[in-house]
């Protein structure tokens, strides 16, 4: 049997503090596209940006064609016909698709009319709507995810890497990505696809290697497999469901409410355009929509940190607009953002230091004007074990512990400073199931005390398990608002690419009025 | 723990010997013999006591402008002006010490003076602070230009109100002999100045560790989106950090004024803020630290001094020796991080392999 095109052998993987890849052995044939699914830190970036030069492992080895090699940078991979596509990707914003995607690869005087001849013709072979000239910048995510998958095949790429290339885009997109990727292994290339979503994986793949805890635990065809086995051996165990809804008393009050808020963005970025809802005691409001329409902006001017161009916010009565970051603190707005390590985290400081984040002003950890450290330790260690955070203890440095236990303190933190509202953009973005499991439980646990939930998710899955209704937002506009059993898949898929479904609207400030 | 411990203790210790081993070579190049001039330098730094005192004269300064470095650093702030604060600290202790003449009994005086020249110097900084909260001005620039500035006012004030009486010199008339900071050791240079500086050293490190004020510091400096979004006004850390700063550099000008000199002269000591970066590099902005490398860059100034008098070997081969040894100092972070690195996965391979 001739050897397969791409070889991994017994590849080992340490960081200073965890085993990222332990005993890996797989291999990638010619035109085959290969699946890599597990959880978050289940290895699998780990393992392909080893492939890709930019980590190096500590033991095993690496053939191509049944040759042993060494790749010591993304050059290397490069020149062996390996490219990655990353999560967050490396393009230079100011710069043109053309400029970027010779970026490295043309040196001298470049004519650039040339190249981008070059990039038109590359990009209508494989069916992209691109404009060469234009900056990338302005350009969508989805289609800046294309203007990195271009920059690939214009290095010749015979293998190309995605690392959860979804994430960023609407369900139509993604559709779109999976023919381009069946095309481009009919061509005889090979791809590997990360992802943890098992239905992206039964649509594109040939064969899928399943990882979990840096080893490999399964390696299968996906005409033998079905999502229950492949689901199995990803988690290692089943999951529980999640406790039965409550229903919310007709008496409930409301509590948040927002009146044609509108925000301008200076940046060309999403603002918000006369966004309306209110939300109620113990619900949880769910909003869908593709990343960069308008999620981050509603948090934070909900919280604060943006100032409205018109309209306005209030809380249990009470118009926040000339309340301070600070004092919506006080009033019991508690906020778990999408980015936690650069939003919510101080991540070179201690776990319990970063538990009285938003309440260092507060009295309770100073006694005589030093802080209270033996009690802010205990308050840490105490949600250590309530939210089962996987730490040394109180004084572990943030950086060092795993995305879902940092995600983990965020919303323990968040949990106690919101009292009344709690905000959660993309709650378990990045996180393994159990961690997943775990923060959905802790969202219903708090809307059955009695607090309004406003739950921000790419994730369908998630806002169909915990919302009461559901918003979707669409370049900064409300496209409606539903009660659950009213939106199917589908119909949430085209609201999010900004498809109206005129005629089944409900008028959005009646529903909220109501 | 233990082992980085040790490893912080070796790699410092082997930074400082291979700073001195590289400006040895220099040495070579002028034709003298290093281990001479080395022994030369041990000895004469260990002559009697009053030049050892002196190591501590000269580390009095250098610990408070390596803190008015260290702990804006802290905040990711970079504060260039320490020359400046401290020259405005000099001029304010100065004038109230002139002003006091023989009025007050010695204690409230020299208190009086410290507590002015804090406040002018911490004034001084928090400006730096404001602008910086106010039009987000880089306060880098602000407050090295800042230094000229101040160097300006200083010089103005020694030409007028503040000049001798025989207008003859830059410089003031000598204070009252009650208002020089005391001497600690008689016989030697040594005053209690060198007591406020570890006093403030520490006070530092309580500020930034145990206090929710420099919690809030670190937090601005390691992560201001995080800070903004927690309620945390960086414009305010931003004004209280460069005021405690400019107060702390100021305070080396009372040590300077009312502690050595006993007069203010123009255009005096003007390395102290420079040196006070480097002993705050040297001790990785760490506020204990800074004491001992300040007695350190302290112990080579006196040895220097020494050394350039008598072996005809240019002094500023001390420098040369500050220069190399910080270049070291730096380089062993990553040696140290290396090592860690490394220790812990041997750990993790032993646990693999059982």
């Known amino acids: 049997m001739d050897s397969p095109y791409l070889e991994l052998r017994d590849v080992t993987k340490l960081f200073a503090k965890v085993v990222a890849n332990r005993h890996v052995s797989f291999s990638i044939q010619s035109g085959e596209v290969v699946a890599l699914l597990g959880e978050n830190g289940a290895g699998k970036s780990t393992i392909m940006k080893i492939l890709y030069g930019l980590y190096h492992a500590d033991s095993g080895e690496i053939l191509i064609n049944g040759v042993a090699r060494k790749i010591a940078s993304p050059k290397d991979a490069m020149a062996l016909g390996i490219a990655m596509i990353q999560q967050h990707f490396s393009l230079v914003p100011a710069h043109s698709v053309t400029e970027n995607i010779i970026l490295g690869n043309a040196s001298g005087r470049i004519n650039l009319a040339a190249y981008q001849k070059q990039v038109r013709e590359l990009a209508t072979e494989y069916g992209f709507d691109i404009d060469p000239a234009a900056l990338v910048r302005d350009l969508p995510v989805g289609v800046q995810q294309k203007v990195e998958i271009l920059k690939a095949l214009f290095q010749k790429a015979r293998l190309l890497i995605m690392d959860e290339p979804t994430a960023v885009l609407t369900p139509q997109e993604a559709v779109k990505l999976m023919a381009f990727v069946r095309r481009f292994a009919t061509a005889g290339h090979s791809v590997v696809f990360i992802t943890h979503k098992l239905k992206e994986v039964m649509a594109v793949a040939d064969r899928i290697i399943v990882m979990r805890n840096g080893e490999v635990h399964g390696d299968l065809l996906r005409a033998s497999t079905d999502e229950k086995e492949l689901s199995t051996l990803m988690i290692g165990r089943e999951l529980p469901p999640l406790p039965k809804e409550l229903a919310i008393p007709a008496s409930a009050k409301e509590m948040l409410r927002l009146d044609g808020v509108s925000i301008r963005d200076a940046h060309g970025g999403c603002g918000l355009e006369e966004v309306s809802f209110a939300i109620r005691e113990g619900e949880i409001f769910g909003i869908a929509g593709v990343s960069g329409n308008g999620q981050q902006e509603l948090c934070e001017a909900i919280c604060g940190f943006r100032p409205l161009a018109s309209g306005s916010i209030s809380l249990d009565g009470r118009d926040l607009a000339r309340l301070g970051i600070r004092d919506r603190i006080g009033l019991g707005i508690g906020y778990v953002p999408a980015d936690r390590q650069k939003d919510g985290l101080v991540m070179e400081l201690s776990l319990a230091e970063n538990m009285i984040l938003k309440s260092s002003y507060d009295a309770k950890w100073k006694q005589w004007r030093l802080l209270d450290r033996p009690r802010i330790a205990q308050y840490a260690n105490s949600k250590i074990q309530a939210y089962s955070i996987k730490a040394p203890g109180p004084d572990a440095v943030v950086k060092e512990l795993s995305g879902g236990n940092q995600q983990k303190l965020v919303v323990a933190r968040e949990v106690d400073n919101g009292t009344r509202l709690l905000i959660f953009d993309q709650p378990t973005r990045g996180l393994d199931l159990g961690a997943i499991d775990y923060v959905h439980k802790a969202i219903l646990a708090e809307r059955a005390k009695g607090k309004g939930v406003l739950c921000i998710s790419t994730e369908l899955s998630e806002i169909f398990a915990l919302s009461d209704r559901i918003a979707v937002l669409y370049k900064g506009v409300i496209q409606g608002i539903f009660k659950k059993t009213e939106l199917t898949t589908e119909k949430i898929g085209l609201l999010m690419a900004g498809y109206a479904i005129d005629a089944e609207i409900p008028n959005m400030t009646k529903e909220s009025a109501k | 723990m233990n082992a980085n411990l040790r490893d912080l203790f070796l790699s410092t210790f082997f930074a400082v010997v291979l700073g001195i081993v590289a400006s040895a070579s220099l040495l070579l190049f002028l034709g003298k013999n290093p281990i001479a001039a080395y022994t030369l330098l041990a000895t004469s730094i260990i002559r009697d006591s009053y030049t050892i005192a002196d190591i501590f004269v000269k580390a009095t300064p250098l610990i408070l402008t390596g803190l008015a ?40 005086g020299i208190l009086l003076v410290i507590v002015a020249a804090m406040v002018a110097g911490g004034l001084w900084g928090a400006f730096i602070g404001w602008v910086k909260a106010k039009f987000n001005s880089n306060e880098f620039l602000i407050s090295m230009m800042s230094t000229y500035v101040a160097l300006a006012v200083m ?44 006093l403030f050293a520490l006070f530092t490190w309580v500020l930034l560790y145990r206090t929710d004020l420099g919690y809030r510091i670190r937090v601005v400096g390691h992560n201001p989106t995080a800070a903004r979004l927690s309620g945390i006004e960086a414009s305010r850390i931003y004004i209280s950090t460069f005021f405690l700063a400019g107060a702390l550099a100021a305070l080396a000008g009372v040590t300077e004024t009312n502690g050595v000199q006993h007069m203010l002269v123009q255009g005096f000591n003007p390395t102290l803020g420079a040196e006070g970066i480097g002993i705050a590099i040297l001790a990785n902005a760490n506020p204990i630290g800074i004491i001992f490398a300040a007695i350190l860059f302290g112990a080579l100034k006196v040895g220097g001094n020494v050394m350039g008098q008598m072996s005809g070997i240019p002094a500023s081969i001390i420098e040369i020796m500050e220069g190399f040894v910080m270049i070291f100092v730096i380089l062993s972070y990553f040696v140290r991080n290396f090592l860690a690195t490394r220790r812990a996965k041997r750990v993790l391979q032993k646990s693999l392999a059982v």
């Open chain 2, 69 to 108: 470095f260290a702990l804006p650093f802290k905040a990711s702030l970079f504060n260039i002006g320490a020359q400046g604060q401290f020259y405005i600290g000099a001029l304010a202790a100065s004038a109230v010490s002139l002003a006091l003449g023989e009025r007050l009994p010695g204690l409230p």
């Open chain 2, 155 to 198: 010089n103005y004030f020694l030409r007028t109100a503040l000049m001798e009486a025989k207008h003859e010199y830059p410089q003031t008339d000598t204070f009252a002999p009650r208002l020089w900071l005391p001497t600690i050791f008689e016989g030697t240079r040594l005053h209690a100045g060198f007591i406020l500086a570890v």
